[in-house]
């Protein structure tokens, strides 16, 4: 099968990080560990495993940060080398219940997917997300499909999933629907971490696939007295508000905009400029995950105000002096499981498949590309922001498969991505 | 030889250029052969001794006012209040005429023995004066005497201690002033009226007034009904202000009322040939012209800034009358138009502008895109009497850079309702009802309002209120050589050239269209008819 895989390679790694440091994101793709590979299928882990066609899979800000060699050391014995990335994946399915069906991935692998029983308290409460035995179990350490060597991962024309983590895609969903329904999964846990209780005034930070995810699910499943949006480019501004944010400013603006809707009094600097403010919105959510924004954050919350922190971050440094004097909560949130509401526990996924439905996140969806166009794929999803687009996927349904067709090595353009946006 | 009128010039071929204002910079343009071009009466000839005119009028009242030596007796409390910063524009070369005037209003009462005054800066929700604002205003003596002394004060729209309610006009109008003022045994106030929307029942109805009574007449619907708010007859924000002005007075409020006017002798010796006649230039003109140009190409956006707003209009005085408030300002409105009026013959398609550096609300402050719509759209426009000089369904084109900045200090919630309020929607209605109450009341910006040198947070919506009757009258405006984001941000559109201008003006008005350009400077007042 081909696939996109990632070696345990330092002097690679080291140049895919200097790489893109010097020339931008994802342009280290070229001299890092990344390798377009042709190799056999993968084995079945254990019982309840099946075979997983990937149709779509999508291209994250995590993944981007992995290439990049910006990834937190964290992560170190939390993956097995070599991994196929790709996390965000809808697929034919071969074998088990769904057989010859669509299927989404719900990549974590918790104590289920890992034969561990009895399963750690949090995978017993359904918060799968929060699993103890990632490095654990007849699994290599993987905290998700798309880390773990045993399972491969969606950017690839095969890998095995557990029964546990797969959901059936409804007929009437198209594959681009179908493969936003990870990243809404995870924007739907982080509208319920946030614990708005009606009436709020909500700061979402970056309008990218998640932060729009985010601004969506919180529209429909939560009720923000206000929400805005914090958009850089001018589509992502126009789709946040298409999704739901009631005003988007630029990033230049936030200060002034969480002041005006805080009605919060502002320390200015001699000329006039806002430092920080007195009071600020009662909760922001950190869809970027830097330095940067969490200061931007932590510039804007009030006192006793939350941080959701759902884009992945790395090594920050942040003045945290607000956070201490100010009593401010930093939660993060990360990936899914159940979710607690009126009518009992819910899947997170059948949740995010409603959002994906309701909210029209389809739309979401860029440019496609085939997997030997991978250099490409990746340059765009890095700039996808400034070039109009949102989420970048890989398209194995025109990929053939096979040892016969093989040629392993580092792949190049021969074909057009197909694509809405560039 | 006594000053010529002003005059409307028709554009030839033998016409030289036109020179046209561009914010911080001017430029020479060819307008199109039959451009009709409006120039203003010479600048008038000024009082021989204005010193000896302002004690004339303090002893001589108009209406069925005493005379203010009359007026003035020991042991009473008396108040001053005096137009802010926004009046004259430029500022006037020292000693500017309230100082002139408060000086002899204070030698009155010291010799009728009166100890308690206080002088009031009639603020309305402008930003507060510097004290080298107050001293160049007031002079050194009448600052040193009062400011040390805390007697300076400047009117505080926003401290519900010192206003008081008087009552409401037969149209349900709030009217509530200051504390000080209301409560004196005499209300002197003191105006610089440089275009006739100032003054009257404005002075004090407006400059010290709070929100609550402001907001009556600063609306949308007074701003549309008011054609033009320069036309007090036809003006619904001068009917509610005359409407005030009679509760005030019948409440016992008592008012002397002391206007002056200004002749147009607007700018300095090295900029002179800005109010000249082109064609009338003289080789100096030409070569300052040429010299000031080329200096300011190469100078940098904020030097120039500081160069001009340096600037200190060698203006003076033509007229000063005094006594009761509407007496008054008939004459002074009769003085205005002897500077300003200028007859005009029926409309046009297109109507051009230079818009200057300056306006009421930037002095030593930036010119932000708010401030530019209002200029071009609240003040040229409504420079009418009868009928405005364009259109129905016409076009306006401004000449200004329209940059996307602002004074941060000065106009706080500027910066807020360009970025947010604008960006979602430039309608007055939607805007008024959806956004006033909350700018107005945001906390941030009344105490930015209060302690700091900010305009009050609803200004921006009231200026944007100001072009009410322009864009519900024009079918497009255009700004060239602006910032295209923030003229678009507006719901202007922007053109790169003045060529380029007519011709999207075309797309609206049609073919040859008939084109007027307003030549300011100097100040005029087109009579339309």
């Known amino acids: 099968m081909k696939a996109l895989q990632f070696e345990r390679n330092v002097p690679r790694f080291a140049a895919s990080r200097i790489a893109s440091a010097l020339v931008g994101s994802g342009k280290g793709v070229r001299v890092g560990p990344l390798e377009f590979v042709d190799i056999e299928q993968l084995e079945m882990p254990g019982p309840g495993w099946v075979r997983v066609r990937p149709r779509l899979a999508g291209i994250c800000g995590s993944d981007l940060a992995t290439l990049d060699g910006r990834s937190s050391r964290y992560f170190d014995h939390i993956v097995s080398f070599p991994f196929i990335p790709g996390h965000e994946v809808v697929g034919d399915v071969e074998g088990g219940a769904l057989d010859g069906r669509r299927a989404v991935i719900e990549p974590v692998l918790g104590c289920e ?70 990243p809404a999964a995870c924007a739907v846990h982080a509208a319920f971490a946030s614990e708005i209780t009606g009436g709020e005034r909500v700061m979402v930070l970056g309008a990218g696939t998640l932060g729009l995810c985010v601004i969506a699910a919180m529209r429909a499943l939560c009720l923000p007295g206000t929400l805005v949006a914090v958009a850089k480019h001018p589509q992502q501004q126009t789709l946040a508000r298409d999704v739901g944010a009631d005003q988007v400013v630029k990033p230049s603006e936030h200060k002034r905009a969480a002041r005006r809707l805080s009605g919060s009094l502002a320390l200015e600097s001699d000329d006039g400029d806002i430092e920080r403010l007195a009071g600020g919105v009662d909760l922001i959510v950190d ?70 439905r309701e909210a029209r996140l389809d739309r979401l969806v860029s440019a496609r590309y085939p997997l030997e166009r991978y250099e490409d794929a990746i340059a765009h999803a890095a700039a996808a922001g400034r070039r109009g687009a949102v989420k970048i996927v890989f398209d194995m349904r025109k990929t053939v498969s096979g040892p016969d067709v093989s040629s392993s090595g580092r792949g190049r353009p021969n074909s057009a991505p197909t694509k809405e946006a560039m | 030889m006594s000053p010529r009128p002003g005059f409307v010039l028709e554009v030839d071929r033998s016409t030289p250029a036109t020179l046209i204002w561009h914010g911080e910079g001017f430029r020479l343009e060819r307008l199109p052969v039959g451009t009709r071009v409006v120039y203003g009466p010479e600048s008038l000839d000024p009082l021989v001794d204005p010193d000896q005119a302002i004690r004339h009028a303090l002893a001589n009242p108009l209406g069925d006012s005493q005379p203010l030596r ?39 009462a010291a010799d009728a023995g009166v100890d308690d005054v206080v002088l009031i800066a009639a603020l309305a929700l402008h930003r507060r004066m510097t004290d080298p604002e107050l001293r160049h205003a007031l002079g050194d003596r009448v600052f040193e005497a009062f400011a040390p002394h805390g007697l300076l004060l400047q009117h505080d729209a926003e401290d519900s201690s010192n206003l008081v309610h008087l009552g409401l006009t037969d149209q349900g109008e709030d009217v509530e002033i200051n504390r000080r003022a209301a409560e004196s045994d005499l209300l002197v106030y003191v105006n610089i009226n440089l275009v006739p929307m100032d003054g009257g029942h404005k002075s004090v109805a407006t400059g010290l007034a709070s929100y609550r009574s402001l907001k009556h007449h600063h609306n949308v619907r007074s701003m549309l009904n008011s054609r033009s708010f320069m036309d007090i007859h036809h003006s619904e924000l001068h009917h509610s202000n005359w409407r005030m002005g009679r509760v005030i007075a019948e409440s016992g409020v008592k008012i002397f009322q002391i206007e002056t006017t200004l002749n147009t002798n607007t700018f300095p010796e090295q900029l002179a040939f800005l109010q000249k006649r082109e064609w009338e230039w003289s080789l100096r003109d030409r070569a300052s012209f040429l010299a000031t140009s080329s200096a300011l190409e190469r100078t940098p956006a904020g030097i120039s800034r500081k160069i001009f707003h340096a600037v200190r209009a060698p203006h003076e005085m033509t007229s000063v009358q005094a006594g009761a408030v509407e007496a008054v300002h008939e004459v002074t409105l009769a003085n205005i138009y002897r500077q300003q009026l200028v007859e005009v013959s029926g409309q046009t398609d297109v109507l051009t502008m230079g818009l200057p550096y300056i306006g009421p609300y930037n002095v030593n402050s930036t010119m932000n895109p708010i401030l530019v719509a209002c200029l071009g759209l609240g003040y040229f426009f409504n420079l009418y009497r009868g009928k405005p000089l364009v259109r129905e369904g016409g076009v306006v084109i401004i000449s200004h850079p329209t940059q996307w900045e602002f004074n941060p200090v000065h106009h706080p919630s500027y910066i807020d309702f360009f970025e947010q309020v604008l960006a979602e929607t430039t309608d007055m209605f939607e805007i008024e009802s959806k956004y006033e109450e909350s700018y107005a009341t945001d906390p941030w910006y009344v105490h930015l309002y209060r302690t700091s040198y900010a305009y009050h947070g609803v200004h921006p919506l ?36 003045f060529a380029d201008a007519l011709e999207l003006a075309e797309d609206v008005v049609g073919r040859d269209p008939t084109i007027t350009h307003l030549h300011v400077p100097s100040l005029l007042f087109a009579d339309v008819k």
């Open chain 1, 113 to 182: 997917a890992r034969g561990i029983e009895p399963p750690c308290p949090a995978c017993a409460a359904g918060r799968k997300g929060s699993c103890e035995r990632i490095a654990f179990g007849h699994l290599r350490p993987g905290l998700q499909t798309g880390y773990c060597r045993d399972t491969g991962g969606g950017w690839s024309t095969g890998l095995v999933a557990h029964e546990s983590q797969l959901h059936a895609v409804p007929d009437d969903f198209s594959d681009e629907a179908a493969v936003m329904v990870e």
């Open chain 1, 287 to 356: 869809c970027v995950g830097s330095s940067a924004s969490l200061e931007q954050c932590l510039e804007v919350v009030r006192p006793g105000g939350r941080i959701v922190l759902v884009g992945m971050p790395g090594v920050v440094r942040v003045d945290l002096a607000p956070l201490w004097q100010r009593e401010i909560e930093l939660r993060g949130a990360y990936a899914y499981g159940s979710e607690d509401r009126p009518e009992g526990p819910r899947s997170t996924f059948q949740l995010a498949l409603e959002l994906v």
């Open chain 2, 70 to 108: 009359e007026l003035l007796f020991p042991g009473m409390r008396l108040t001053i209040a005096f137009d802010d910063i926004s009046l004259p524009l430029p500022p006037m070369r020292p000693p500017d005429s309230r100082q002139r005037v408060i000086e002899a209003v204070l030698d009155l």
């Open chain 2, 462 to 497: 009231y200026m944007w209120y100001w072009c009410a009757h322009a864009l519900s009258h024009l079918g497009r405006v255009i700004v060239v050589g602006g910032d295209r984001a923030a003229v678009r941000r507006l719901g202007f559109s922007p053109a790169s050239t």
